[in-house]
């Protein structure tokens, strides 16, 4: 059997455990859905009518609907991506990676089990917070097929790069309670971007740091494409910051799991 077949029967392996015990233990993957989900309730129906001034143009809550949930789907994705960190770093600090290390696998199997494993929870828990917010009114009139396509390809790499980041944490944390506090800014940073208002309505010295950030030029480019509104040069932005945290997190990722074992 070659090194490549043997590489990718070993991946899906490592693939497999992972969901299965996703699907046997869900309330962790639950319980980080709750985050996006009672922000996108509390924003819309009790600050709603409030936020809506935020983004200008005599906007009314419908509006707001639509301005607020790609930037909750994104921040799904950064929320989801907690439970990739929780799962190596149990991996890595209670014998397992040891074990796995004795055996005829191919070596990077049990990463890219966590990572494909954790793409496909991300996926889903989009697809999830998305019928909610279709649910509350959210509609995407303006959308073209090509441009529905893009949007799912541009949530799947913002879901891969911070996985690889979230799998770096996870292998570089003391216990599975380290790897949940270290990727806690993966939910907060969406706080401050453009998902809730225009980064251009926030005080001068703030705007850039929501502006200079990875959170703010994927959420207005998903918002472009699932409103028919203006991209501009964040699309470009947004794949510049997704290669460079691939590479960082495939870089930190690999070198905690060959380092000595905890």
């Known amino acids: 059997m070659s090194s ?45 009518d409030v936020m809506s001034a935020g983004i200008g143009g005599g906007a009314d809550r419908s ?29 890595m600090t209670q014998g397992l990676t040891a074990r ?21 929870q991300c996926v889903m828990s989009v697809v999830l917070v998305g019928a909610v917010g279709v649910a509350m009114g959210f509609r995407s ?8 396509i893009a949007a799912f390809g541009l949530i799947t ?33 969406p706080l401050i971007s453009s998902a809730f208002i225009p980064a251009d309505t926030m005080p001068g010295w703030f705007q850039p740091i929501a502006q200079y950030q990875p959170f703010t030029p994927a959420i207005e480019t998903l918002r472009g494409l699932l409103l028919g509104t203006g991209i501009g040069h964040n699309g470009w932005i947004t794949i510049a910051w ?17 380092r000595d074992p905890k």
């Open 4 to 48: 490549v077949s043997t590489a990718v029967r070993d991946s899906s392996t490592m693939l497999r455990r992972n969901l299965l015990h996703t699907w046997r233990y869900p309330s962790g993957t639950l319980n980080l859905l709750l985050t996006p989900i009672m922000m996108l309730l509390l924003f819309v129906y009790i600050f709603g």
């Open 63 to 91: 509006d707001y609907i639509a301005y607020i949930v790609p930037g909750l789907l994104l921040m799904t994705v950064g929320s989801t991506v907690i439970g990739a960190a929780v799962s190596v770093s149990v991996d």
């Open 100 to 120: 796995f290390r004795t055996m005829a696998i191919y070596r990077g199997s049990l990463l890219v089990g966590h990572v494909v494993g954790g793409v496909l």
């Open 141 to 148: 009139t303006d959308a073209t097929a090509l441009e529905w």
């Open 157 to 189: 790499l913002f879901a891969l790069a911070l996985t690889w980041i979230a799998v770096g944490m996870g292998a570089a944390s003391p216990n599975p309670e380290a790897a949940g506090n270290m990727a806690m800014p993966l939910i907060l940073l």
């Open 242 to 258: 997704c290669v460079g945290l691939i590479a960082l997190g495939y870089r930190w990722s690999t070198a905690q799991f060959n």
